[in-house]
């Protein structure tokens, strides 16, 4: 079994920064891919950002260049730096870690979430 803690959301104006960060533990050792999804209201969950064991990162058409995504492999730890925060970022992010095969995800875990909220 694997634990996803999240930490790091909270309120920001736009074009404000925050950093959220996802601690992995239990049995993490097969696991080759984590990422970031969001869910806003009303909304499909939707990709935002994904690194590989590898370190090769992949992003969301509308976050490129303002999102960051990196991984601290000594603390099983990954992050999204989110910089030039918008109010169509507003929603809840979650972390998320998986075994993927190809293009198939074979099994994977979920975060219990954290609301970003971009507002004047």
């Known amino acids: 079994q694997v634990q996803l803690v999240e930490s790091g959301g909270g309120l920001v104006q736009p074009g404000g920064s925050l950093r959220l960060s996802c601690a992995a533990s239990g049995s993490i050792f097969s696991l080759n891919s984590m990422g970031w999804f969001r869910q806003a209201p009303g909304k499909p969950r939707e990709l935002v950002a994904t690194i590989s064991s590898g370190g090769r990162t992949a992003y969301a058409d509308s976050v490129k260049g303002r999102f960051t995504i990196s991984r601290d492999n000594a603390k099983n730890t990954v992050y999204l730096q989110m910089n030039g925060l918008k109010p169509e970022d507003t929603a809840a992010y979650y972390c998320?870690?998986?075994?993927?095969?190809?293009?198939?995800?074979?099994?994977?875990?979920w975060g219990q979430g954290s609301q970003v909220t971009v507002s004047s």
């Open positions: 998320h870690a998986a075994r993927v095969a190809g293009l198939k995800v074979q099994y994977d875990y």
